[in-house]
């Protein structure tokens, strides 16, 4: 039985208090803010580990070739905080990822989103800025 | 002799029974006690238990702009505050009216030394692309946080026992033990990522004083390192059974030219939540990923 | 008072403090204030098993050292025994805690050779190593293992007491660890039951039952005593071997790209 995954709402936004954005560590140095993505595939494993959890998509490109894209996401205490549990996302799930590229030009992004598909949305708990 | 011992029997009997009567009797237009906290054995405020730190950071007016926070805040609120940050409505509100960052000077111009201003500046143009080892951001590195360079988006436990007050950092998996036995500072040439912790109770405020750092942790990210000199002062004070006040006094003579103050606060976390592992070093990619080799078993 | 009522009084007086005088210990170990054994302090293990759980003879840097297996061998089921040999032919690379300075997991991290802290309060004990700072809580307050989790470096720990035994039970322990540097290793099924047992104030007996339906043929134990460290104003240090190892690799390396 696939674990009931929680949505944040609005009120956690308040919640949220003056956190420093001293903590967070160098999204800058190894993803590009001017290059957002989306991308669509099927979820082949999840990788959890700190600083960050990791999500490994197939996406076919253009031509059809399908490419194992590899997605940063957040602690893995924030996972297990928002709800995420080992089950949450299994292998084979069709997701829909936002996120920013890697300035390596890797199949690597930083993730922010999260969509599954009955269209709810999961926050990766991730560090990239807002989305526009 | 029966009859005194019945005496004295029956009447403890009498008194234990009416003596709470006369309490409950009390007029009820008495104002009500100052909340005091619940005690730890050796008589101290009982602190124990899971917080959410807030607040206590080196908040500074007119910071350089610097690569790192090209990208500002994270964005996305950090699912932390369900679970282990603010536990009710009047823990909230309280957080709202405190004071956080820097209180001290009022006008958070930091009193800094130029030589050290302009050193700061320098190291900060080597981050982005970090020119070596020492230049990639200490909480990408899993460099021990020190007092300030943890991410306070992690709980904090705390534990006592007679003659230690023991602060533990959900980040990092680091651990402060502060002794409050009596016992001195280590010796000067013992240099720690977390200093070293003596603590005294003055009334209900445990001040603790924190020598022998090292020069190897990070303040924020404006602020990458401080010098070997460094000196705090913490004092945590419970105010209600949601909130530990916070305040944090940094001397660093290298750095700055007077002692900076700041002011935080722990908020209760939400019953039931736990401590977790943060593993750092295990599971980060990104030396890898900034160097292009080394990635951990085989190279 | 005349001399039948002091008979009296003694008579109940010893009467109503049986029930503490039972409770006594008979030993003299320290007491918390709940009654339970007070196992703060630093202790630290005195022998080789860090090593190699196994008997062993010296080498350069390693000490000799009798194994700490009951039965003398741990059971390996024969599948598992090429890992065995080819971590043990490695494992100067490719040891994640001496290599890389990982957590070593647990029973590992109690018998490096590094003091660790226990801070004891009666919902929780934690064990503070001063092995990479490494530390894992020990839930006493009754809660279950969580549903669901991932595993972690150090596992998940619940504890209870036994008379004066704490009985700690470790699941969810990350299958990357080694039990020591001579590269005995485990699976993800890997379920750790410890006891802790003071057998006077200074000496905590050790024991671990480890089993692992992947990778051993039955359960098996391992046992060793911990030394309390006695110096006056002893305290954890750090050893963050993360650091060391840091500035070994890429001390001198430049980052791509760089200038």
Redesign the interface.
């Known amino acids: 039985m696939r ?1 009931k995954l ?1 949505v ?1 709402t609005a009120t ?2 308040i ?16 993803f590009d ?1 001017d290059r957002p993505v989306t991308l669509k595939g099927t979820v082949t494993k999840m ?7 990791w999500i490994y998509v197939d996406v076919k490109d253009q031509s059809g070739k399908v490419v194992n894209w590899r997605f940063e996401m ?9 709800g995420w ?3 949450s996302i299994p292998a084979g799930t069709a997701v829909e990822i936002q996120g920013y590229r ?1 300035k ?1 030009g890797q199949p690597v992004a930083n993730a ?1 989103q999260v969509k599954l598909p009955d269209g709810r949305e999961l ?8 989305l526009p | 002799m029966r009859r005194t011992l019945l005496h004295i029997a029956v009447a403890s009997i009498l008194a234990a029974g009416v003596l709470p009567s006369l309490h409950a009797q009390r007029p009820q237009d008495q104002t009500p006690a100052k909340w005091t906290p619940a005690r730890t054995p050796d008589g101290h405020p009982d602190m124990q238990g899971l917080w959410a730190r807030r607040g206590a950071a080196l908040t500074e007016a007119n910071a350089p702009k610097t690569p790192l926070s090209e990208f500002g805040a994270t964005g996305q609120p950090y699912p932390t505050v369900f679970n282990t940050g603010v536990s009710t409505p009047q823990a909230a509100a309280a957080l709202a009216n405190r004071p956080a960052g820097v209180i001290e000077p009022a006008n958070r111009m930091l009193p800094w030394r130029p030589e050290a201003d302009a050193a700061r500046r320098e190291f900060l143009s080597n981050m982005i692309p970090p020119a070596s080892l020492k230049y990639v951001e200490a909480s990408a590195r899993c460099v021990p946080p020190g007092l300030l360079g943890g991410d306070d988006r992690h709980p904090y436990q705390i534990v006592q026992r007679p003659g230690s007050f023991v602060l533990m950092y959900e980040y990092n998996h680091v651990t402060r033990v502060v002794y409050t036995d009596g016992r001195p500072h280590v010796g000067p040439n013992i240099r720690l990522y977390m200093g070293d912790s003596i603590g005294k109770w003055e009334g209900d405020t445990l001040v603790v004083d924190t020598t022998n750092f090292n020069d190897k942790t990070s303040f924020s990210q404006a602020i990458p390192f401080h010098s070997d000199a460094l000196h705090t002062t913490e004092r945590f004070t419970m105010v209600d059974p949601y909130i530990i006040d916070y305040q944090l006094t940094i001397e660093d003579p290298k750095l700055f030219t007077a002692p900076i103050r700041i002011a935080g606060a722990f908020a209760a976390a939400a019953k039931g939540s736990e401590m977790l592992e943060f593993a750092c070093a295990e599971g980060s990619q990104t030396l890898p990923n900034i160097f292009g080799f080394g990635e951990f078993p085989g190279q | 008072m005349n001399k039948r009522a002091v008979v009296l009084f003694a008579f109940w007086s010893f009467l109503l403090a049986l029930p503490a005088l039972a409770q006594a210990p008979a030993r003299g170990i320290p007491r918390a204030a709940d009654g339970k054994p007070d196992f703060n302090g630093l202790w630290q293990v005195l022998g080789t098993a860090a090593w190699d759980l196994e008997d062993h003879n010296g080498s350069l840097r390693m000490p000799a050292g009798q194994g700490v297996v009951e039965g003398g061998a741990i059971p390996y089921q024969a599948s598992a025994l090429p890992k065995k040999r080819e971590n043990f032919q490695t494992r100067d690379i490719n040891d994640p805690a001496e290599a890389a300075c990982y957590m070593p997991g647990i029973p590992r991290a109690t018998y490096m050779p590094f003091p660790f802290e226990i801070i004891q309060n009666p919902k929780l004990i934690t064990m503070s190593y001063e092995f990479g700072h490494a530390r894992r809580s020990i839930f006493t307050d009754g809660s279950p293992h969580p549903d669901g989790f991932p595993d972690f470096w150090m596992g998940d720990s619940r504890g209870r007491w036994e008379g004066d035994t704490l009985v700690v039970d470790v699941t969810n322990l990350d299958d990357r660890t080694w039990l020591d540097h001579a590269g005995n290793h485990h699976s993800d099924a890997l379920h750790v039951v410890e006891r802790y047992t003071m057998t006077d104030p200074d000496h905590i007996l050790y024991e671990a039952t480890l089993e692992d339906s992947k990778v051993f043929t039955r359960p098996w134990k391992i046992s060793m005593p911990l030394y309390r460290r006695m110096e006056k104003n002893v305290r954890i240090l750090e050893y963050e071997c993360v650091q060391y190892i840091q500035e070994q690799k890429y001390g001198n390396a430049k980052p791509v790209g760089a200038k």
Do not use: C
Not at chain 1, 74 to 82: D, F, I, T
Not at chain 1, 123 to 130: E, R
């Open positions: 674990t929680w944040i956690a936004v919640l949220a208090m003056a956190i420093p954005a001293a903590a967070h560590h160098s999204f800058a140095a190894e803010g990788d959890w580990v700190n600083p960050h959890s957040g602690p893995v205490n924030a996972l297990l905080r928002m549990r080992k089950d890697a390596s922010k926050f990766s708990g991730g560090s990239a800025p807002n």
